[in-house]
């Protein structure tokens, strides 16, 4: 056995966040002001952020793994979090859902997503997926008052509890045949003991994919998707859109490219599938929405079409383009739905189209955001959208994927229908009704970040992509 | 005999599960499934996994589904027994699990076991059943059960949050 | 050795004496056990009796001595009445759940050293997992029943024993520790090797704990809510009468003896005493037995019945917790080569 210390140093930033975690349950008993906990929770977020770099190696007999990959996820969840939570702030006296455990859940949420990424074992996989999921129900569930949320919580949870029999089943079929639960150890049992072919393999193949398929939200797993974001609460619902389905990529990172990587050829036919789909329903039945929060939800599963071409793709370049567009991602999505969260005030709900009709008149710079986002989610330069559209898409070329690249481009154009869309309501057409905004400068600085972000990543974008490629070095792949 | 005692348990718990969801009176499906669990558990014994068997009965037959029971017990009987017993949807979801059913089957010929661990049947007798995974628990996968056990708190809170909070 | 393996073997000899042995001992047990069911009864009569200032039975035999037969004679000819609108199935089976629960306890209990049924590695398990299922009995029957007194009753109690249940088991988890065995064989033994001879000097909160839920878990004063006769008659067994009614009779008080039993095994070191008795092994375990049934029989006349809300929160809020501790605190004390 290794040095415990040596391994729990590892282990150091989800152990941080599970202190925080508990610290913010406890305090909640005895703080009134329910916004120190937000700001303990975006603390310990940061502070993880900027001490968690240069970890390495394997704790935990391999159950762990610390690396550049599992690290560039957790930058990634950490600032989904922090985002959320400082979205969240304004909006949960408004819904009268202003309890600590929101944050504490948020944050086991956080420190479930993390196991997963940095999951060397099926076993941590399934565990990691489990905390994030059940932590998410709840938050999808958080307004008890509202009959939505409540179907929302049910839903999700119904689905998801299918999702993760699939993956059970997929982990016992996979240890029934080698004798192992290590990501690593099934790979090289595969490749010695020369399975690929064995149809065992190609069915325990499909369910993984459609597991994984649920919690990306890709079609024809979505189905929960639209109600689930348009019922949960808008900061939950940004939180939702960008922790679990980073998590989810993460994870198909890990199972399918890692230990069914000798298999390769059994399940990118799948994923193939998996991503025009998506593509197309998400981004053609995202046209015929009028609740943006369900506009939103159709385009998240556009978008996961779009990051399968990474992992599609495959080898380092495909992964590294993948891992930086959902980066990439969380903070165009966040930052649009931080513009939803703001429309929501005391009697006014905001999550209709026309609620937007006009928006620059009265709110210039709020609208100038939504712009940018919504040109970012489209793919139209010079933002971030477009960069991480490009890496994918050159990516995939590469990888002689081009009929699938012009399919995407395609429905890249589709999809700038219903998001230019928004953008003609707030500039074009005359307000009707004056649509209050939060007073919300915790909001106000998730839109700045987001914002700058986005357009910083648009202008100059290698730095994050260079990241995510040295993030890969020993990856295994 | 074992092939005999086998036999008598898959078919029955495969026959109880059946019935348990065929059931309209909730009451009686959560008892038969209860039965089930005892079959369940006669399987483990068989198989040499005692913890596993005495597990089994104590959380799941005597603890989940009695919880299960608890809640079932102040439904309307007469009123859950008068609407169909299986929503709209259900031809989809069966033609869905034979698909499932019928890959399962196709495959079961092709199945190779991996190699095998440290603890044989053997092993387990010799050391008994509890203090195998007991010992596996706190060494080799203290991971594992840590972050279980965050789950459970997880689970804990979230009950509490969506059952009994007022509202601000 | 493992039940199915005795059974599933290829017949020999061998195991034919076995199965006979077996089943003699069974058919031991349940004689006995069932004597002191009987007998019981009318200690409590007569215990409680005298300590009200009163002399309890006294007609039939000399000093009422065969009152517990009459009882039994009576309720054995008695009208088995099933209420109309009662489901049938479960209202047959509930009582016999009830005993089933509490007889299989028996099952794994040794008498003295080498006298068991079933000598098994997760004896303590076994006992555990069995009492969990005596909520059964007690919810079908306040359910099948169909009457809002048997309803209440069997809610109550479901709840009750449900709490009761974790406090129950975890007190047991600090003398797990100490055996580092789940067959109560060896725990016993365990204790025997161990200075005080006994585990409750270090498990005196493990001890009181398991007591305090023993009380729960039979469902005797102070923690009688279910059958509280001021407010739900006779509680879930109300629409019972005859053999039926005797049933649950009987299994209250198997349960109590088991409970006693359990304690005896896991806390009061077994079949030893301070001194060797001649010639009756058991002798210690039963003297034992006796003391906590009169315990029982003793704070049924000395303490009133909790409010159902005090009753939960002792549960969850004092127990519970305690119970916990317990652990830690065992936990310690053994890394530090203190016990």
């Known amino acids: 056995m290794p040095d415990i210390g040596a391994q729990l140093w590892l282990l150091g930033p989800e152990i941080v966040l599970a202190v925080f975690a508990f610290g913010v349950i406890l305090l909640d008993l005895v703080i009134k002001e329910k916004s120190v906990l937000a700001y303990l929770s975006i603390a310990a977020a940061l502070f993880i952020m900027f001490t968690m770099f240069g970890r390495q190696g394997t704790a935990f007999g391999g159950m762990f793994l610390a690396d550049g990959y599992g690290l560039f996820f957790n930058f990634i969840f950490l600032t989904s979090l922090c985002l959320s939570i400082l979205v969240s702030l304004k909006y949960l006296p408004v819904e009268r859902i202003n309890f600590g455990e929101y944050y504490g859940l948020m944050l086991f949420a956080t420190i479930g997503m993390m196991v997963m990424a940095s999951a060397g074992d099926l076993i941590m996989v399934y565990l990691g997926l489990e905390l994030m999921s059940l932590s998410v129900y709840v938050l999808a569930g958080f307004m008890r008052q509202s009959t939505r949320s409540n179907e929302a919580a049910l839903k999700y949870f119904m689905l998801g509890a299918f999702a993760s029999a699939f993956l059970l089943l997929g982990i016992s079929f996979t240890y029934g045949l080698t004798g192992t639960t290590q990501i690593s150890g099934v790979a090289q049992y595969i490749k010695d003991n020369g399975l690929a072919g064995n149809p065992v393999l190609a069915f325990t193949t499909i369910l993984y994919v459609a597991a994984f398929g649920f919690k990306i939200a890709a079609v024809p797993f979505h189905m929960w998707a639209p109600d689930v974001y348009e019922g949960a609460p808008t900061p939950v619902t940004a939180f939702m859109s960008v922790g679990p389905k980073a998590a989810g990529f993460a994870v198909i990172g890990r199972v399918l490219t890692v230990a069914l990587g000798p298999v390769s050829s059994e399940w990118t036919g799948l994923l193939i599938v998996l991503s025009i789909l998506s593509m197309a329903v998400g981004n053609i039945l995202a046209i015929s929405q009028t609740n943006i929060k369900r506009m939103l939800a159709y385009s998240s599963i556009a978008h996961a079409g779009y990051a399968l071409l990474g992992v599609i793709a495959g080898g380092p370049e495909g992964l590294a383009s993948m891992m930086n567009y959902l980066l990439i991602y969380t903070f165009m999505n966040i930052g649009a739905f931080t513009v939803v969260t703001l429309l929501r005030t005391e009697g006014v709900k905001g999550e209709d189209l026309s609620d937007y009709e006009g928006l620059s008149k009265n709110h210039p710079l709020l609208s100038a955001l939504m712009l940018l986002f919504m040109f970012s989610l489209t793919g139209i330069p010079p933002t971030a959208g477009f960069m991480g559209k490009f890496y994918l898409f050159v990516a995939a070329i590469n990888a002689g994927y081009l009929w699938l690249t012009v399919i995407a481009v395609i429905m890249s154009a589709i999809s700038a229908y219903f998001y230019l869309r928004v953008v003609m309501y707030m500039y074009m057409k005359e307000p009707g009704t004056v649509i209050p905004v939060q007073r919300s400068t915790a909001g106000r600085v998730a839109l700045m970040f987001t914002g700058i972000a986005v357009l910083l990543i648009g202008v100059q974008p290698t730095g994050f992509i260079q990241m995510a490629r040295s993030a890969l070095a020993g990856f295994g792949i | 005999m074992n092939e005999i005692l086998f036999g008598y348990l898959s078919f029955a718990i495969l026959a109880l599960s059946i019935a348990a969801i065929t059931r309209k009176n909730p009451v009686h499906a959560v008892l038969l499934m209860i039965v089930m669990f005892f079959h369940l558990a006669t399987m483990y014994l068989a198989l040499g996994a005692e913890f596993l068997a005495a597990v089994q009965i104590m959380v799941y037959a005597g603890a989940i589904m009695v919880l299960f029971l608890f809640v079932v017990l102040v439904l309307n009987i007469r009123e859950e027994e008068k609407g169909e017993r299986f929503a709209s949807g259900w031809p989809l979801g069966i033609s869905l699990a034979a698909g499932l059913l019928i890959l399962i089957l196709i495959i079961t010929d092709k199945v190779l076991t991996g190699r095998q661990g440290q603890f044989t049947q053997a092993v387990i007798l010799q050391e008994t059943h509890t203090k195998a995974i007991g010992k596996l628990l706190y060494t080799q996968y203290v991971f594992p059960f840590e972050v279980a056990s965050l789950i459970l708190l997880v689970a804990i809170v979230g009950a509490i949050v969506l059952a009994k909070k007022r509202l601000g | ?339």
Not at chain 3, 24 to 35: F, T
Request: aromatic fraction near 16%.
């Open chain 3, 1 to 339: 050795m493992n039940f199915l393996e005795i059974i599933f073997r290829p017949a020999s000899f061998d195991v034919i004496v076995q199965l006979a042995i077996m089943v003699l001992k069974v058919v031991v047990v349940v004689g006995v056990i069932m004597l002191h069911v009987t007998y019981a009864t009318y200690f409590e009569r007569k215990s409680i009796g005298h300590m009200q200032v009163r002399l309890g039975p006294m007609r039939t035999g000399p000093h009422g001595l065969l009152q517990p037969i009459a009882d039994f004679v009576k309720l054995f000819f008695k009208e088995d009445i099933i209420p109309a609108a009662a489901d049938k199935p479960i209202f047959y089976m509930a009582p016999v759940i009830s005993i089933f629960a509490g007889m299989s306890s028996l099952a794994v209990i040794p008498f003295f050293n080498g006298f068991v049924i079933a000598n098994i590695n997760i004896g303590l398990l076994f006992v555990l997992a069995m009492s969990s299922l005596g909520a059964y009995g007690i919810v079908m029957a306040g359910w099948s029943s169909n009457s809002k007194y048997s309803f209440l009753g069997g809610l109550r109690s479901s709840a009750q024993v449900i709490s009761y249940e974790i406090a129950l088991g975890l007190s047991l988890v600090g003398v797990m520790m100490m055996a580092g065995s789940l067959n109560m064989t060896e725990i016993v033994k365990a204790q025997l090797a161990y200075p005080t001879g006994m585990f409750l000097f270090p498990q005196i909160l493990g001890f009181f704990v398991f007591m305090v839920a023993a009380f729960a878990e039979t469902n005797r004063t102070p923690f009688d809510l279910p059958e509280a006769e001021s407010e739900l008659v006779a509680g879930y067994f109300v629409e019972y009468s005859g053999m039926r009614f005797a049933l649950f009779y009987v299994a209250e008080y198997i349960g109590m003896i088991v409970m006693s039993l359990i304690a005896i095994t896991c806390f009061l070191g077994g079949w030893d005493g301070p001194f060797q008795i001649p010639y009756v092994p058991f002798a210690w375990v039963f003297i034992k037995l006796y003391i906590l049934i009169f315990l029982f029989y003793w704070i049924r006349a000395t303490v009133p019945r909790f409010r159902y809300d005090h009753l939960m929160s002792f549960g969850w809020k004092i127990l519970i917790p305690l119970a916990l501790f317990n652990v830690v605190l065992t936990g310690l004390l053994k890394t530090l080569n203190v016990i």
